[in-house]
């Protein structure tokens, strides 16, 4: 069952009197509990396609479908509802509350959304549990790691229950050995509680961890490679990559 559609997808931005195409006839469909990974050189559109497939950005031309719902048929209001129902958002900088404790961060959709925290203690805790945080709780950012907030900025982007999670270079501001274990929980999402994740990153290490990786160049969608049962190599990733920046 298809979660997200993007149906020949156009992305122009007018710079003086140049016409730039960042997006040009994109197609994709991401199904529920798929783990899919976006690469691609630099400037191919990868952030500007996770932007417009969370309704952050619009159209030149095409449809973006949304749980369902296409996007184009809705005001900024109603396209903001569906975000924050919706959509969850992992950034490579966390974007943590420095006054806020963990579970507080966690439960800050909730609290944009105007539900009380108290009534949501069971969810928060056992998202908090699931990313290893539980006796992290009451810690605020500053007494974190980076790996440790970023386990935070994950909890969050699931509280709301959403149908799709967007991560934008999610391990890009870690080291190895953390970064490692932000895929891996990642992964782990996909295979116990059926999440739906779009990740654009250009490490190909990070997108071995997908079940299914996307490669954009100059705008266009070039390429996919599919895991197998055992998961991808990175070599075939790199293989690919090292072909399109040439």
């Not at 270079?169 to 059926?194: H, M, Q, V, W, Y």
């Not at 266009?220 to 990559?241: A, F």
């Amino acid at each position: 069952m298809a979660v997200l559609e993007a149906n020949q997808v156009k992305k122009q931005y007018q710079m003086g009197e140049v016409t730039v195409s960042a997006l040009d006839d994109v197609s994709l469909v991401v199904n529920k509990g798929e783990f899919v990974a976006i690469m691609g050189p630099s400037g191919s559109g990868k952030s500007t396609l996770l932007h417009l497939l969370g309704g952050l950005d619009g159209t030149s031309d095409g449809e973006i479908t949304l749980a369902g719902q296409p996007l184009s048929q809705l005001n900024d209001n109603q396209i903001t509802v569906v975000r924050r129902r919706k959509v969850g958002f992992i950034f490579q900088f966390y974007n943590l509350l420095p006054t806020l404790t963990a579970e507080e961060n966690v439960g800050l959709p909730l609290l944009i959304d105007g539900q009380a925290l108290d009534k949501h203690r069971e969810r928060l805790e056992r998202l908090l549990a699931l990313v290893g945080l539980s006796d992290r709780a009451h810690h605020k950012p500053d007494q974190l790691s980076g790996g440790q907030q970023q386990r935070v900025a994950i909890a969050r982007a699931f509280v709301n229950e959403p149908e799709i999670v967007l991560a934008d270079e999610p391990t890009g501001n870690l080291d190895s050995k953390s970064g490692t274990a932000i895929l891996e929980l990642l992964r782990k999402t996909c295979d116990e509680l059926g999440a739906t994740i779009v990740m654009v990153t250009h490490d190909p290490r990070a997108a071995s961890f997908a079940d299914r990786v996307v490669f954009l160049k100059d705008g266009k969608i070039v390429r996919e490679l599919k895991n197998g049962s055992t998961g991808h190599s990175v070599q075939p990733i790199m293989d690919v990559m090292a072909g399109l920046e040439l």
